[in-house]
């Protein structure tokens, strides 16, 4: 079955700088590539998503890009704000017709 | 539309004792996925009902079962109980099978003594 893995597991940053989580994935038909926000006693929430025919997505500060000869796919946070301090999954479809999941990214972000 | 909704959002439970928590997904979805969150292992697939079918099921014991209804609730049921099964069960509904966004819905938080 498919493997994701994700990295770092804890991420630092300093309010306004760049945050980026980085997952591996191993099926090459994995297709649809969703990443989530989780706050502290919330549900996941998708924050952004990207299919296997585009490289690259953006919504305002964030962006996720996709190498598919690597096999791994990225999650970009710009100008990073408190308020995004939270765990972030990767996640990947695969071609198990499930989700598999990396196993999260604790982000904190220091005003 | 309202949000995914699951109940009870807490529950303790002993050891072999069994539970069966319930997840309504979105109006209109017709998929509902059930997971495990525990620490350090992230998010862990149990199943997926969609038009009150199991598509697909994932590593767990048959402890682990699920039935959808017509309305497209779902429930899952842990029988005899092992310390190992707390965690947060978190459903997730989709309009459609497969490869569609999923919603998350707040959890179940079991804690097995």
């Known amino acids: 079955g498919e493997n994701v893995e994700q990295h770092p597991s804890t991420l630092s940053v300093q309010e306004g700088d760049s945050a980026v989580i980085k997952c591996t994935y191993s099926d090459s038909a994995s297709n649809y590539f969703p990443w989530y926000k989780q706050e502290l006693g919330k549900r996941p929430q998708l924050i952004i998503d990207?299919?296997?025919?585009?490289g690259e997505k953006k919504d305002q500060r964030i962006a996720v890009t996709l190498n598919k000869t690597a096999k791994h796919f990225s999650l970009h946070i710009t100008e990073t704000q408190p308020e995004d301090s939270a765990v972030y999954f990767c996640a990947a479809w695969a071609t198990g017709n499930q989700f598999y999941f990396g196993t999260g990214t604790s982000l904190t972000v220091i005003p | 539309k309202a949000g995914v909704t699951q109940t009870p959002r807490y529950l303790i439970k002993t050891r072999g004792q069994q539970v069966t928590l319930s997840c309504s997904p979105i109006?209109?979805?017709?998929?509902v996925s059930w997971y495990q969150q525990t620490p350090g292992q992230g998010l862990q697939f149990l199943f997926e009902?969609?038009?009150?079918?199991?598509?697909n099921k994932g590593n767990f014991p048959g402890r682990f079962s699920g039935r959808q209804f017509s309305n497209s609730r779902s429930e899952m049921n842990v029988s005899t109980l092992e310390l190992g099964d707390s965690a947060l069960y978190l459903c997730?509904?989709?309009?459609?099978?497969?490869?569609?966004?999923?919603?998350f819905g707040p959890g179940t938080r079991l804690l097995v003594l």
């Open positions: 009902y969609f038009s009150e079918t199991q598509r």
């Open positions: 990207i299919r296997s025919n585009v």
């Open positions: 109006s209109g979805h017709r998929s």
């Open positions: 997730a509904s989709s309009l459609g099978a497969g490869k569609e966004t999923q919603y």
